[in-house]
């Protein structure tokens, strides 16, 4: 994400470079417009995540947020962890024209509060600028956290789902398997009945089911083929 978004910002510098090769704009104006409109680039979820560019010494172009920074040499400039995150910026664009890189950081605008933060960088080579933008790990924590509540209430829906089905299922099945007793119950009990209707009839009777005999009774029975 953070890749492409850097890609589009790429983009805008492009636009304003190449306005400064026609000769619509002089180079100072061309990067002072790319620059105005970079600086005001927001995304994300509080429309606070920003792009920041650097020159290759490094030198701050702009920051959003530390405006105190603009203009300012950052070869010294570290995080709380010792880390000289502008340098190393500066040494990832040289070495392969763009990448990532860890560090701590300000939350957004609350220079207070220091957290992880990774970043894409990526060189613009016309003018020899650096820019990039990064993500706190803390949002990809809650983005996962709230990803994954998600899918562990999808699933017990899901199984709550199943679960209610296979109950319908084996009720289903105990009652046609009682319905079916009952039919057989209730087939055998006919069947007894006729059996007494044959056996107290004074005359020769046979019982046929389906073209075959069944049942005969006693009279019937000694009758002489």
């Known amino acids: 994400m953070i890749k492409e978004l850097t890609n589009s910002a790429l983009s805008i510098l492009s636009k304003y470079e190449n306005d400064e090769r026609s000769g619509i704009l002089t ?116 983005e996962i956290s709230a990803l994954t509540n ?14 209610f089905l296979l109950l319908f299922i084996s009720l289903q099945s105990l009652k046609i398997e009682r319905q079916r007793i009952r039919a057989n119950n209730e087939l055998h009990d006919s069947k007894e009945k006729y059996r007494t209707l044959v056996e107290a009839a004074t005359e020769g009777l046979i019982m046929l089911i389906d073209g075959k005999i069944n049942f005969a009774n006693n009279i019937y029975l000694f009758f002489d083929f």
């Open 27 to 142: 180079r100072e104006e061309a990067q002072k417009t790319a620059v105005a409109r970079i600086q005001y680039l927001r995304y994300g979820e509080e429309n606070k995540d920003y792009f920041w560019i650097t020159d290759m010494y490094p030198n701050m172009i702009m920051h959003p947020y530390r405006p105190d920074l603009n203009g300012k040499d950052l070869t010294n400039f570290s995080d709380p962890h010792g880390k000289k995150l502008f340098v190393e910026f500066v040494n990832i664009v040289r070495d392969s024209g763009h990448g990532y890189v860890d560090y701590m950081w300000q939350w957004k605008d609350d220079s207070l509060h220091i957290v992880p933060k990774l970043s894409y960088v990526s060189i613009f080579k016309p003018w020899g600028w650096v820019i990039g933008t990064g993500i706190y790990i803390e949002d990809v924590r809650k």
């Open 150 to 163: 998600k899918l562990l209430s999808i699933s017990i829906g899901i199984s709550i789902l199943i679960a």
